[in-house]
């Protein structure tokens, strides 16, 4: 089973999930909505390192999460294949970054793409995490290099679009930030890996 960063999963049983801080919100927030997101740290046989959404921006928990624990596995890359957006209540798809989701999926074309962040989250788990000024996080699987003609022209598309897009491009090697790349003023960009970010020239 490949568990990868920014997966979305529903725990079977909160008992199998572990953290340091005891903080209130943690509770109510697993009892609202049973979802961890995997975070990008290494993973042992029998732990996932995975983060707890509060409904504060500032309320993020690092936690581990036995692998007893799952029962769903949800993919950024799933949501946008079965365009999840679709499935929300017509009033909720108002939100400035629901209603740019079938833009969004046009302006990737055939890149392997998932929303993340809190456009994930409210997808995958029905629980309102957007706000009206909320950005839109989105992951692009991309294990060969990328065109960079292909990505500027994805970004100039994206940019026409009333919200903010941030792009993580997963190389299997790490993620790096789609803008950084096109933008970089040096011969390095930072790829951030399991062990931490590390600064290379060629992020595949």
Known sequence: MVIQPHDLIKVSDL???KWKEDNEWVTASLRRAPFVVVRRAEQTSDYIPVGIRGEQRNQRQAALLHRNGIEEIITPYKLAEQKSWNSLDVQRREVPVLRSFNKVAEIMGNWQWGPTGSAGFE??????????????????????PIVITEAEEVLQQLDLLPIRTDIQIETGNGAFLLREWINK????????????????????
């Open 185 to 204: 003023r040096t011969d390095k960009i930072i790829l951030r890996t399991q062990k931490g970010p590390e600064l290379v020239s060629n992020p595949w």
């Open 123 to 144: 997808l995958a788990t029905g629980y309102q995490a957007l706000k009206e000024t909320s950005d839109l996080d989105i992951v692009v699987q991309a294990p060969q």
């Open 15 to 17: 008992s199998q999930l």
